[in-house]
């Protein structure tokens, strides 16, 4: 079954990240905060919900923690409070090559070793995302229509 493997190879993964971030009391989903972070600068709760496909209720309580943890503040928008910006504190920052070798030991750990192959993966994958996203949304889309 694809989905199981699927399901078992995003599973393994995240237990690879856990064991590796531990000594920094980090979990993988806070990881990939402080990553969209380093790369894309500061960030509104929305635009981190979106790159991490995750709704604000369960990104929230995630970028506190990070905040509480000193690597993040939060602050809100003068012009409009409702928008919360998330921006790296210099622990946070400092944090950026600390972490700089993780991906590349889980790639390892996983057989990948060369660029090609990484690209090929991460492009097969993608593309399933999208396509599975399409169809949920075409479901969903039907569903309401068809209880109207």
């Not at 996983?110 to 399409?134: C, F, P, W, Y």
């Amino acid at each position: 079954m694809v989905c199981f493997s699927l399901y078992s190879a995003a599973r393994a993964t995240t237990q690879a990240y856990r064991a590796l971030l531990a000594p920094w009391g980090l979990t993988y989903p806070q990881y990939l905060v402080l990553a969209i972070l380093w790369h894309e600068g500061d960030q509104t709760i929305g635009s981190l919900g979106e790159a991490m496909q995750l709704d604000s209720g369960t990104l929230s309580p995630l970028v506190r923690r990070l905040e509480q943890a000193g690597h993040v503040t939060r602050s809100r928008r003068a012009d409009d409070e409702r928008v919360v910006t998330v921006t790296l504190t210099a622990d946070g920052q400092s944090l950026r090559g600390e972490l700089a070798s993780i991906p590349a030991q889980v790639a390892g750990f996983s057989g990948i070793r060369d660029d090609e192959h990484r690209r090929r993966l991460i492009g097969e994958l993608q593309e399933l995302t999208a396509l599975l996203q399409d169809a949920t949304t075409n479901a969903a889309a039907a569903h309401t229509r068809g209880g109207e």
